[in-house]
């Protein structure tokens, strides 16, 4: 059974960065692995997601330009780099694990939130203007 725990929120300024790491106890690479966040009374949103097998990264349009998805296969992390971080990013942010599948595109990552069954708990990211 995979776990997941992340790690590397913190409280910073507008424009500032953070390096977000996902650790997984257990074998990924059959997986597809998700970052997700939810701001306080918003619904969760899928930010990026990374199939381990290939590398392929997909990233929310709201994120293109500022956030990077990172496989990093000798640490068994996947790593969220967000740079420029504004107010609105602001959320608490959970990664999570789904079993790889075939019947639709990759990119429907993205949207295939019933598709993850393990989640971290989540790590606190705080953006201050």
């Known amino acids: 059974q995979v776990q997941l725990v992340e790690s590397g929120g913190g409280s910073v300024q507008a424009g500032g960065s953070l390096r977000l790491s996902c650790a997984a106890v257990?074998?990924?690479?059959?997986?597809?692995m998700g970052w997700f966040r939810q701001a306080p009374g918003k619904e969760r949103e899928a930010v990026a997601c990374?199939?381990?097998?290939?590398?392929?990264?997909f990233l929310a349009d709201s994120v293109k330009g500022r956030f990077t998805a990172i496989r990093n296969i000798p640490g068994n992390t996947i790593d969220l780099q967000i740079d420029t971080l504004e107010p609105d990013d602001t959320a608490m942010y959970y990664c999570?694990?789904?079993?790889?599948?075939?019947?639709?595109?990759?990119?429907?990552?993205?949207?295939?939130?019933?598709?993850?069954?393990?989640w971290g708990r989540g790590t606190q990211v705080t953006v201050s203007s």
């Open positions: 990374v199939w381990v097998d290939t590398g392929a990264t």
């Open positions: 257990g074998d990924i690479s059959l997986f597809v």
């Open positions: 999570a694990a789904a079993p790889r599948w075939w019947d639709t595109p990759r990119r429907m990552c993205l949207t295939a939130d019933g598709r993850y069954t393990v």
